[in-house]
Every structure is written in structure tokens, then in C-alpha cells.
């Protein structure tokens, strides 16, 4: 088994004439959080609908926990949830039948307890009974974190998640976010938002042009500096 949680190995992706991704290598292990980050069309998503299988890449391989995503899907599957700005539950479900409803679909056992768990880790116990319809947009967040965390994974891919939220729901979902790492789990995160997005992920990535072209702890470098360096870049990039 490959010891890392992410291994991506000479990815590359083209749509048409465009290429989107070039021989991209990155390895992340247990309590990253990577923040990939880029102009639009950089190939952020697309990077992460390669990493969730979602997408096949033209060359290249994707190893989660180990398990090839192209050759063994539904082990490395298993291995992540996925958040985006979209919900992705049942609005006409209650908060609790939503959940119970993806702990089945998982093969999760026994999973009263561990509902419950979720449910209080993010807020969302005394509204267990309510359909998901009739949540706000910060409420719906939260139980689309639970679904995604429902069967355990060592990996939450979160694409765009703050999208909508306001300021409140935001630094709840980071909270969140920060608790999923420091108790040993993997986080791959794209958002427009960068200064957010900072404040929840210990790494970060930019691309450009196809290619890889930044990648470092945030604990080695100037956060600010970074910032400010990256809306610049961003600004004369459109």
C-alpha cells in the first residue's frame, strides 16, 4: 500500500486542442489540508474530478490510499467524501433520513451512534427531524459536511464549499474543516476565496498555464505576502 493518502502521478488532461493539466505529480499525506489554487481555467476542478475518479485523465494514474481510482474505483472510492456548492441530499428527506439514507448506501454498519456524532459535531442535532428542503444555505452546508463524513473517509474533497455561505456559516465550516485534519484526515480544497481557504488548509498549490508552478507549507511562507502576491498574479492573469 502506497503510505500516502493522494498520489498523483503525470496527470494530464486536454479538452480538445486545450490542454487543461500537464504532467501534473503531487503526494499528500494525512493531516494536509492542500489548497489548489489558480485563475479560472486553470484546471482546478478538473484536477479534482481526476482525483474523485469523476473524470479520466488522458495519461497518468491516481493512487487513494493506495487503491488505483482508473483500476480498483469502487475501493478508492470508498476512501473520500466530496463536498461542493452543492448540497448533493434529498430536500423532501428529513436531516436524519438524508443521513441514514448515505450511511446504507456506504455499506455502514451500526450507524446510529456515529449519526449522531456527525450531527453534533456540526450543529445539526436539534434539527435532525427537519427536511433538508427547508434549511438555510449555511444549515444545508452542514449536512452535506455530514453526508460526505458519514462513512468514515480519510479524504474530504471539497470544491468551492464556502460559495454562498455567509460570514457566520463560513467560520463554522472552517471550524469543521480544521477539526477533520487534526484528528488525522486529508483535505484537497479549491475556492475562489483564497484568504478563507488559508485559513483552514496547511498547504497550498497554485496552477498555471496547465502546469504546477507553486507548492508549499503555509508554515513556510508569509501567508499575507502570499495573498497579496496571488490577487496581484490573478488580477493581470484576466
Given at each position: 500500500?502506497?503510505?500516502?493518502?493522494?498520489?498523483?502521478?503525470?496527470?494530464?488532461?486536454?479538452?480538445d486542442t486545450r490542454n487543461v493539466l500537464k504532467d501534473i505529480a503531487i503526494d499528500i499525506?494525512?493531516?494536509?489540508?492542500?489548497?489548489?489554487?489558480?485563475?479560472?481555467?486553470?484546471?482546478?476542478?478538473?484536477?479534482?474530478?481526476?482525483?474523485?475518479?469523476?473524470?479520466?485523465?488522458?495519461?497518468?494514474?491516481?493512487?487513494?490510499?493506495?487503491?488505483?481510482?482508473?483500476?480498483?474505483?469502487?475501493?478508492?472510492?470508498?476512501?473520500?467524501?466530496?463536498i461542493s456548492h452543492k448540497s448533493m441530499v434529498y430536500p423532501e428527506l428529513t436531516v436524519?433520513?438524508?443521513?441514514?439514507?448515505?450511511?446504507?448506501?456506504?455499506?455502514?454498519?451500526?450507524?446510529?451512534a456515529n449519526i449522531t456524532e456527525l450531527l453534533q459535531d456540526v450543529g445539526l442535532l436539534?434539527?435532525?427531524?427537519?427536511?433538508?428542503?427547508?434549511?438555510?444555505?449555511?444549515?444545508?452546508?452542514?449536512?452535506?459536511?455530514?453526508?460526505?463524513?458519514?462513512?468514515?473517509?480519510?479524504?474530504?474533497?471539497?470544491?468551492?464549499?464556502?460559495?454562498?455561505?455567509?460570514?457566520?456559516?463560513?467560520?463554522?465550516?472552517?471550524?469543521?474543516?480544521?477539526?477533520?485534519?487534526?484528528?488525522?484526515?486529508?483535505?484537497?480544497?479549491?475556492?475562489?476565496?483564497?484568504?478563507?481557504?488559508?485559513?483552514?488548509?496547511?498547504?497550498?498549490?497554485?496552477?498555471?498555464?496547465?502546469?504546477?508552478?507553486?507548492?508549499?507549507?503555509?508554515?513556510?511562507?508569509?501567508?499575507?505576502?502570499?495573498?497579496?502576491?496571488?490577487?496581484?498574479?490573478?488580477?493581470?492573469?484576466?
Amino acid at each position: 500500500m502506497n503510505d500516502m493518502v493522494i498520489n498523483v502521478k503525470s496527470v494530464s488532461k486536454a479538452f480538445d486542442t486545450r490542454n487543461v493539466l500537464k504532467d501534473i505529480a503531487i503526494d499528500i499525506d494525512t493531516e494536509q489540508a492542500v489548497l489548489i489554487c489558480g485563475i479560472n481555467g486553470a484546471g482546478k476542478t478538473t484536477l479534482l474530478r481526476i482525483i474523485a475518479g469523476l473524470l479520466q485523465p488522458d495519461q497518468g494514474s491516481v493512487k487513494l490510499c493506495g487503491y488505483n481510482i482508473q483500476k480498483d474505483p469502487e475501493k478508492a472510492k470508498s476512501q473520500f467524501g466530496m463536498i461542493s456548492h452543492k448540497s448533493m441530499v434529498y430536500p423532501e428527506l428529513t436531516v436524519l433520513e438524508n443521513l441514514s439514507f448515505f450511511a446504507r448506501l456506504y455499506g455502514v454498519k451500526d450507524s446510529d451512534a456515529n449519526i449522531t456524532e456527525l450531527l453534533q459535531d456540526v450543529g445539526l442535532l436539534s434539527y435532525k427531524y427537519d427536511t433538508a428542503g427547508i434549511l438555510s444555505r449555511g444549515l444545508l452546508q452542514r449536512l452535506a459536511i455530514a453526508r460526505a463524513l458519514v462513512h468514515r473517509p480519510a479524504l474530504l474533497l471539497a470544491d468551492e464549499p464556502f460559495t454562498g455561505l455567509d460570514a457566520k456559516a463560513c467560520h463554522h465550516l472552517i471550524t469543521v474543516l480544521n477539526e477533520f485534519t487534526k484528528n488525522g484526515g486529508t483535505i484537497v480544497m479549491t475556492t475562489h476565496d483564497i484568504d478563507i481557504g488559508l485559513q483552514c488548509c496547511n498547504r497550498v498549490v497554485v496552477l498555471d498555464k496547465s502546469n504546477l508552478i507553486f507548492d508549499a507549507r503555509t508554515s513556510d511562507i508569509d501567508t499575507e505576502r502570499f495573498l497579496k502576491d496571488y490577487i496581484s498574479y490573478a488580477r493581470s492573469a484576466t
